[in-house]
């Protein structure tokens, strides 16, 4: 069986999204490198008993690949990665009442109710939940 250990999200500071990703959005750091230079490797994932086994790497989005990716991303309004969570309206509340800037608010979308944040490092994020 096959199964996803680490995806990543290109950011355009890895100190910074580090940040947004644990203090703002409570993911915990799973790893967090110094390897010189200025370069960090780091990654985060779901709060303890959540999905242990997946990280997400915080990749540099420097360079002219990663760079001309996201900014394409970003400007057609898609997001970089897709986010569940149990209760989108709350979250959705936690997350404007602490600054985060929200391009979609909740909305049905297919089977889902979804909303798409700014996640301050040069993407969009999309959060779910299934529709009840």
Do not use: W
Request: with cysteine.
């Amino acid at each position: 069986m096959i199964k996803v250990a680490m995806t990543g999200v290109y950011v355009d500071d890895v100190a910074r999204a580090h940040a947004f990703y644990t203090d703002v959005l409570g993911f915990e750091t799973r790893l967090h490198m110094d390897l010189g230079d200025d370069i960090l490797f780091v990654t985060v994932g779901a709060p303890a008993g959540a999905q242990p086994e997946l990280q997400l790497l915080l990749e540099p989005g420097q360079g002219p690949i990663a760079e001309s990716y996201r900014s394409a991303l970003y400007e057609a309004g898609i997001p970089c990665i897709v986010f569940s969570v149990d209760d989108l309206r709350a979250e959705y509340a936690r997350l404007r009442g602490v600054g985060v800037r929200f391009t979609h608010p909740p909305q049905r979308q297919g089977p889902v109710l979804a909303a798409v944040f700014d996640d301050t490092c040069g993407n969009l994020v999309q959060l779910v939940q299934p529709k009840e």
